[in-house]
């Protein structure tokens, strides 16, 4: 891929290598969830692997959610 731009490649390329927060899948009420350990028991929901329908509405487990972990 060719870039033609009069920006320095260092600003282009800025971030590109960043690496994100370990994931892990948890079980947590029956479902299955994909979470970011934040520490302190805590960690932040990133998605809903696999659970009850009623549950992919609820606020409490969508993705951003801070939820408690054991």
């Known amino acids: ?3 033609y731009t009069v920006l320095p ?3 282009i390329f800025e971030g590109a290598l960043t690496y994100a927060q370990p994931m892990q899948e948890i079980s947590l ?5 994909q979470v970011e350990p934040l520490g302190g028991g805590q960690a932040k929901v990133v998605r809903l692997l696999h659970g009850p329908l009623d549950k992919y ?3 409490a487990y969508s993705p951003g959610a801070i939820i408690q972990i054991e």
């Open 1 to 3: 891929m060719t870039f």
């Open 57 to 59: 509405l609820d606020a």
């Open 29 to 33: 009420q029956g479902m299955l969830l």
């Open 9 to 11: 490649m260092e600003q």
